[in-house]
Structure formats: structure tokens, C-alpha cells
């Protein structure tokens, strides 16, 4: 049992939240979001000097090795500054399916440059019709004359815009899932782009008779390396919410500091301290549910996915709990789109809807539920 | 990071597994398991057990004839003594006044005090609050004058538990009026036969006699007795507040009342099916499930900080709010889930030693334990108090 970090990770930590801080200021973050996607962004290109694109890959594809923990200080810190790129979406979930499923010459050609930031690809797994469920797809692919076939609709597909190809999930005649990869533009794939209420750059990608050659299969069994994948993107996004908790706690306690009524500080009112302390409560046991999940991945996948589950629904809850009283107790204030806090808890009240829900993940622990 | 116990860890939980299996009497465990009250003579041959064993003491140094545990044995041990339905040591001398002796007592109060600690030969109760001082302990008035080389103790101390079995009373009395109200307070050790000390029951909404009030009447105690200096006690008092309170969650509790739960709902019936089936039943389970989950990890991320050489302070109240509302959400479940059967109230068989009948023993103590619950966000610093410590320590407000 040991919750301290390396030399290696607390040097990662320190490096990053001083990246972040420098650059990723509430300005800094508007220029960003407003700026138009044209090939990798500065930041980006920093990323990959920091050895941060090889990070969590495993050293067999070319990777650093690094652990569910290093993710989680990873993540962390893109939370605190809700660093607009697309690090888990445009990164580490389609680079870890490629990792587990393509062949060398697909690796070659779409996780290499990957990891080396020469491009980003996308992960398109999400269709409102079976909204969380990854498994249940109405998307399909079959083999005709020595080609892939391909019809449907994939819906909030992140870092679509950006992304060189998509991975998409289809449903094979096989009754099997099966995983391709769309490259942008190609013929019969179009895309409806917008963001996201929380500011993620975001697209529906629909797929009308997109034909792809052999190469571009991934995978006609895709269930495991799926569940794997998406056991790494929730404990990855729950480390990406503690950071964002922290920073909307510290600006909330920062506030009640400094802002007065009735001639005194906010903070000295006991309703008020109360108030905070929850928010508090609520970031601590989140933390350690974090924690949970990053160090669960290497686990029995029955034993990873309950205790993922568990600390996606419980975090959901708290990052909802803590958005709320952060807008509550910066008052009106908290309504404007000018107070900063207002995007940390929006971002933390939309967590939720990524990568399955609290009351899909209660589901999961409810199923998976042991009674002695 | 990583979550596991050590080869050595799960070695030695596999040791105090053992142990308890062999050495806890099966009358006391099922009195514990029923949630009945344990007679002074069941606490004593359980403490004398452990004394053998030399675990009495868990949390003290082997200097003083603890095991020389640290933080994460002491936390097996905690887990697997709930499991076993072992009774909880009664902590107000082995946990509560012995650690303030060993800080501030004196060589003499050490030689004389630790060894009847240790054997069981004295019982202790805890002087602390009054009437007139509850959370806010600082305010206390309890008098104490000196007369020689005695003081002279007037004044009343409240919610003292299990005194009525105690030969012994750590007590904080005003030395001072004039001073400061924290630095007029000092920590004195007062015999129980002294003249002048009258106990008298309190009977708790569960109908348990398990706090007193005690009167102290012109009470004459040696100024030998007292620990520290005089104007120290409120040190002491937080010393002891701050002092190995790691196990302050009452995780090992917190697990043993679901475990049971979850059985009692698999078992309990509703329209035919299990209770646990009900949606509104498992969806508060499953809930409290997940912060028992998260209070696990919690707690030991505190447990690993103790480890390696800090100090809980401040979060040991996020560990107290957190256990004690889980521990009353699921005493709330537990009661619940036995629906009609829950009603019957059976003071002489919880109480004291009369008989039931097998089926009305098994779910005889869920509801006055719901009731009994409520004291734990009440004592040791209501959580409300605990909350301000957070707000005041934690988050500079």
C-alpha cells in the first residue's frame, strides 16, 4: 500500500501544473477555443517534447510504459487548467485501441505518427440511440467484393475536427463488433461539427456507403480490447475531473476570502464554511476514488470494470455536487460567463455525460454487486 | 501507487484471523453479533484475553508493553476484531488517558498507572464534558482549588461512558477562573472511591444505561494526581484529540453493518422476491457501498501518511464525518430492511440477560441500535464542530 509518487511522477507533476498555469491561463484559454484548428497547436507540440504522447503506451508500440498512475497525474493536470486539447479523446483512447488491435503495418501507419505528433486521430463509439452502451451499435459494416462497407451514425465524436481518421465501431454480420479506421474526407463520411456545452470541440460523423479497403479493419472482435479501452478512458477522465474539483474549490474558497457583505469576508460565515468544507469532503473521497480506478487496470477485468464503475458514478455525483455550490456560493457572479468558475462547473456537471453516466455506472455496480 | 497489503501485512491479518478464532469466547461474540449489551465481565475476560496475547494496548510503543504496532496493523487488527464481533476495547485508558500519560505524565505516574493499564486492574472513564460544556469543552467549570498539597474538585461532568464499571476518572477542572478559558484548565486522575463522587445513570433513547453523570462534592485529590502542569490540561485535552485517530471512520464497523445488511436483504422477502431486488432498496446499497468504497481508500491514504511519519490532524474529521454518516445511513438500511419485525422493543433481553426466542433475537437490537447510532455525529466533536476544525485548519477560513 503506497500513495506517494516516484521521483519521475512527482517531476511530471511539478512540470506539468507549471505548463499549465503558464499557459493555459483563463485568456490564454479563450484565445485557444477561439483559434482555428490548423495542425498541432503549440501546446501540443510542447506535449510531445515532454514525452507526454508516450507516455501511457506501453513500451512494445514505442511507448514510455507509464501507469494508470502517471495517466492520473497526466489528466490532473489538464483538469485544473481545462486544457482544451484533446489529450484523452484525440490520444490515448484511439492510440491504446490501435495498441491493442492493429497489425504492425497499421501501426505503423496510424499510431506511429500518433505518438510523434504528427497527427491525431478520433474515437467514434457513442450513438445517442443506445446512449452509453459502447457494445449495442446500429452502425454496420459488411464485406463486399474485397472491401469493407460501412452505414450509420456516430454522435459527439470529440476532436473529430482535428483528428486525421476516426475509429469507429460498427456491428459485423458476424454479430461480433468490429473496429475501422475512417480516414477524414473519405468519400460518403461527413461530419456536423459544433462544441460542446462544456467547450469541447466535438462532431456527428455519418457514414453513408464508406468503402474502405481490408487494411483499414482493426478488429472483427473488438469486445475486449473495448471494455479495456474504456476502463482506461473513465479512470483517466475521473483524474481529469479531480483537477478540475480542485481548481473550482480553490477559486470558491479564494472568493469567499476576499469577496464581503454585511462588512465582513464571505469566508467568516458559518453557513458558508460548511458549505466549503462539503465541496472539500466531496474532492477528497473522490480523489481516493480516483486513485481507485488508476490503480485498477491491471486488475481481473471483472474486478477492474466494478471498481472503475464505482468511481465514475461516484465522482459524477461529487464533480455535479461541487459545480453546483461553486456557482451558489460565487452568487451571481457565479451566473456570468466572465467569472471563471463558471467553466470549471460546467465542464464538471457535463463529466457526467462522458464515458457513461452515474446512473449507468450504479447499474454496473448494482449487477456486479457481491453479497456474502 | 498502489493499493495492496504487503506479503507480511496479509501474513500477519491471516495471525489475528487466527487468533480470534481461537481466543474469543463465543458467548461474548454473539452478544456483540446481537447487537446486546456487554457486562463488565464480558469487557474484562475479553481485555484479559488480549492482555495474554499482549494486544491490549494496540497503539502503544513496546517501551511501554504495546505490541509496537504501526498505523496499518492497528488497522487489520481494528478490521478483523469488527469482523469477528469482537468487543471494541474500552478505550479510555489503554487509548485515551494512557497516551496523555506517557507525553506528559510524570516517571512515577507512568510506573504506576501504565502496568494497571495494561492488566486490566484499573477501568477508566472520561471527565470531560459538562452541562454547561459540550462543544464548547473549553467553557467547562468543574473548580478545582488548592488546598495544600490537594485540590479540592466541585462541579459536574455528563455523557461519562460506561463510568458506572470505573474505578478511575481523567478530569478536566478549572484551575484558574481568572485566566484565559483554555489556560485555566488542567488535567487531574481522580480515584472513584474518593468521598464526595456520586454517579448516577443516564438511560439513553435506546434504553441502554450506557452514560452517566458524575458529581463531584467537595472531592479531595493529591496534586500528585495531576498530569502536566497546572494551566496545561487543555494540551492535554488536544493532544489526545489529535493523538492515533486514524481508526476514527470505524471502517472495520462500517463493513461488518453491510456485510450483514446485504445479507439480511438477500434473506427478507418482499412480494416473494429478496428485498435487495427492491430498485429503491439497492439503489441506496449500492450507494452506500460506494462510500464505503471511498471512505476505505480514504482512510488509508491516512493510515499510509501516519506510516511514513506524518501526522493526521484535520483529517481525521473528514474520516469522523464521513464514517459517521455511513455507519448511521447503513444502522438507517438495516433497520429498514427488517420493516414490520423492526418494530418489537426487548429492553431486558438487549440490556440485560433475559432470554428470546431465536427468530426475535436476530433482529431484535436493529432499532435501538439506529437510535444508539446517533451519538456518533454527536461525540468526540459533533460533526458540525468537525467542520469548523476543516474550515479552520485545513481551509484557512
Not at chain 1, 209 to 216: D, G, I, N, R, Y
Amino acid at each position: 500500500m503506497d500513495f506517494a509518487l516516484t521521483d519521475e511522477q512527482r517531476m511530471l507533476e511539478e512540470t506539468l501544473s507549471r505548463l499549465v498555469a503558464d499557459q493555459v491561463s483563463a485568456e490564454q484559454r479563450r484565445a485557444m477555443l477561439a483559434a482555428a484548428p490548423e495542425g498541432a497547436s503549440a501546446l501540443w507540440r510542447t506535449f510531445a517534447e515532454l514525452g507526454l504522447l508516450h507516455m501511457p503506451f506501453s513500451e512494445d508500440v514505442g511507448g514510455l510504459g507509464g501507469d494508470g498512475t502517471d495517466l492520473m497525474i497526466i489528466m490532473q493536470a489538464l483538469g485544473r487548467g481545462l486544457v482544451p486539447e484533446h489529450y484523452l479523446a484525440g490520444l490515448v483512447l484511439p492510440g491504446q485501441l490501435l495498441a491493442l488491435t492493429a497489425n504492425s503495418e497499421q501501426q505503423k501507419h496510424w499510431l506511429t505518427p500518433l505518438l510523434e505528433g504528427k497527427h491525431q486521430l478520433a474515437f467514434a463509439w457513442q450513438e445517442y440511440s443506445t446512449r452509453y452502451d459502447a457494445f449495442t451499435v446500429s452502425t454496420q459494416a459488411k464485406q463486399q467484393d474485397g472491401q469493407w462497407q460501412l452505414n450509420g451514425r456516430k454522435d459527439v465524436v470529440l476532436n473529430l475536427e482535428a483528428a486525421a481518421a476516426t475509429l469507429v465501431t460498427a456491428q459485423l454480420e458476424s454479430g461480433k463488433l468490429g473496429l475501422f479506421i475512417v480516414p477524414t474526407g473519405a468519400p460518403g463520411a461527413s461530419s456536423h461539427l459544433y462544441r460542446t456545452i462544456d467547450d469541447q470541440a466535438a462532431g456527428d460523423l455519418t457514414l453513408d456507403k464508406v468503402t474502405l479497403p481490408l487494411a483499414h479493419c482493426l478488429s472483427e472482435d473488438i469486445s475486449d480490447a473495448l471494455a479495456e479501452v474504456l476502463a482506461l478512458g473513465r479512470a483517466a477522465i475521473c483524474a481529469q475531473a479531480i483537477g478540475a474539483m480542485e481548481e473550482a474549490c480553490d477559486q470558491t474558497l479564494a472568493y469567499l476570502k476576499e469577496r464581503k457583505q454585511f462588512g465582513l469576508p464571505l469566508s467568516t460565515f458559518q453557513a458558508l464554511q460548511h458549505r466549503m468544507v462539503d465541496m472539500h469532503l466531496h474532492l477528497e473521497q473522490s480523489r481516493s476514488m480516483a486513485i481507485l480506478a488508476a490503480t485498477s487496470l491491471t486488475l481481473p477485468s471483472s474486478e477492474r470494470d466494478y471498481k472503475i464503475a464505482a468511481a465514475k458514478a461516484y465522482c459524477g455525483e461529487s464533480a455535479r455536487f461541487i459545480a453546483e455550490q461553486a456557482i451558489q456560493l460565487h452568487g451571481a457572479m457565479g451566473m456570468t460567463e466572465e467569472c471563471y468558475v463558471a467553466n470549471y462547473a460546467k465542464h464538471l456537471v457535463m463529466f457526467d455525460h462522458y464515458l457513461g453516466d452515474s446512473d449507468y455506472h450504479l447499474e454496473t455496480v448494482s449487477d456486479l454487486l457481491s453479497v456474502a | 501507487m498502489n493499493l495492496t497489503f504487503s506479503p507480511e501485512e496479509q501474513a500477519f491479518r491471516a495471525e489475528v484471523r487466527h487468533f480470534l478464532a481461537d481466543a474469543l469466547p463465543s458467548d461474548i461474540s454473539e452478544r456483540v453479533r446481537l447487537g446486546r449489551h456487554l457486562r463488565a465481565d464480558d469487557h474484562l475476560r475479553w481485555q484479559n484475553t488480549l492482555s495474554e496475547q499482549g494486544w491490549l494496548a494496540s497503539n502503544w510503543p513496546k517501551e511501554h508493553g504495546g505490541p509496537g504496532w504501526g498505523p496499518v496493523q492497528r488497522h487489520i487488527f481494528d478490521e478483523e476484531c469488527a469482523a469477528a464481533h469482537a468487543p471494541t476495547v474500552v478505550p479510555f485508558g489503554v487509548n485515551m488517558v494512557a497516551p496523555v500519560i506517557m507525553k506528559f505524565g510524570s516517571i512515577e505516574q507512568q510506573q504506576h498507572y501504565l502496568p494497571r493499564i495494561l492488566s486490566n486492574q484499573d477501568w477508566w472513564c472520561q471527565g470531560y464534558s459538562e452541562p454547561g460544556a459540550g462543544s464548547d469543552l473549553a467553557g467547562l467549570n468543574t473548580r478545582a482549588v488548592r488546598d495544600g498539597d490537594h485540590y479540592i474538585v466541585n462541579g459536574q461532568k455528563t455523557w461519562t461512558t460506561l463510568g458506572q464499571h470505573a474505578n478511575m476518572l481523567f478530569c478536566l477542572v478549572r484551575t484558574d477562573p481568572e485566566a484565559k478559558k483554555q489556560a485555566g484548565i488542567s488535567f487531574l486522575l481522580i480515584d472513584m472511591q474518593t468521598p464526595g463522587i456520586t454517579v448516577r445513570p443516564i438511560i439513553t433513547l435506546d434504553g441502554a444505561h450506557e452514560v452517566n453523570e458524575i458529581f463531584l462534592d467537595n472531592v479531595r485529590v493529591p496534586v500528585e494526581n495531576r498530569v502536566g502542569e497546572e494551566g496545561q490540561g487543555w494540551t492535554c485535552a488536544k493532544f489526545l484529540l489529535t493523538h492515533e485517530r486514524t481508526g476514527i471512520a470505524g471502517l472495520g464497523h462500517a463493513k461488518q453493518a453491510l456485510r450483514h445488511l446485504k445479507s439480511l436483504a438477500s434473506r427478507v422477502e418482499h412480494r416473494g422476491k429478496p428485498l435487495l431486488d427492491l430498485p429503491s432498496f439497492r439503489q441506496r446499497v449500492v450507494k452506500a457501498e460506494l462510500e464505503l468504497i471511498a471512505l476505505e481508500v480514504t482512510n488509508l491514504r491516512v493510515i499510509a501518511a501516519a506510516r511514513d511519519g506524518g501526522v493526521p490532524g484535520a483529517e481525521s474529521s473528514l474520516l469522523k464525518v464521513r464514517g459517521s454518516e455511513l455507519r448511521q445511513e447503513l444502522s438507517e438500511l438495516t433497520r429498514r430492511a427488517l420493516g414490520p419485525a423492526a418494530l418489537p422493543f426487548f429492553p431486558d433481553f438487549l440490556h440485560g440477560d433475559a432470554s428470546l426466542d431465536d427468530e426475535r433475537a436476530q433482529s431484535a437490537s436493529a432499532s435501538a441500535q439506529y437510535f444508539n447510532r446517533r451519538k456518533l455525529s454527536i461525540y468526540g466533536g459533533s460533526n458540525e464542530i468537525q467542520k469548523s476544525i476543516v474550515a479552520k485548519t485545513i481551509l484557512a477560513m
